[in-house]
């Protein structure tokens, strides 16, 4: 059992409440600063755009994300703070299901970035490879274009949106 869960169920039997029936509800973005003891939260990348809803953290302990709108997506390393200020929780990026597009020839990987762009799929950008989620259609295209293509597991960091 790790040391979080371990301090959360002290808390629980030191304030004889459960929390199965009283939830965590994460309502503020804080800094990090002097922060020492964070539940983790592994979010995929659409998971980080959505600021409402139920999560479960690393621990298994389920939140609800009840964050302002307008504050724009979720980034790796941020940290929630709990409305009672008693939890704090820090978001990571999820592993999930990605391929990658490499190439030397940089033209030709500006041609990948343009067909996904042209389907409005989210994409990765790195210097010789591109990164964007599983998807047969795409990969097919792609391999159909003389790209290498490896699919893996790792976190996925599309490009933010010119209007986000």
Known sequence: MSYLLDIILKFISTKNCS?????????????????????????????????????????GIDVILNLPRGGGRLMPGEVLKSENSKFFVSIEAAQENVI?????????????????????????????????????????????????IESLKRPFSPEIGAYE
């Open 19 to 59: 929390l199965l029936h009283e939830s965590i509800y994460l309502t503020e973005r804080i800094s990090a600063r002097g922060i020492k003891h964070c539940l983790l939260l592994p979010l995929s990348a659409k998971e980080r755009t959505q600021l409402r809803g139920k999560r479960s953290t690393l621990d």
């Open 100 to 148: 990658r597009i490499s190439s030397e020839n940089r033209l030709k990987l500006l041609k990948a970035a343009y067909h996904l762009g042209n389907r409005h799929v989210e994409i990765e950008l790195h210097d010789k490879e591109l990164y964007l989620l599983n998807d047969v259609v795409m990969k097919n295209m792609l391999e159909r274009q003389g790209f290498a």
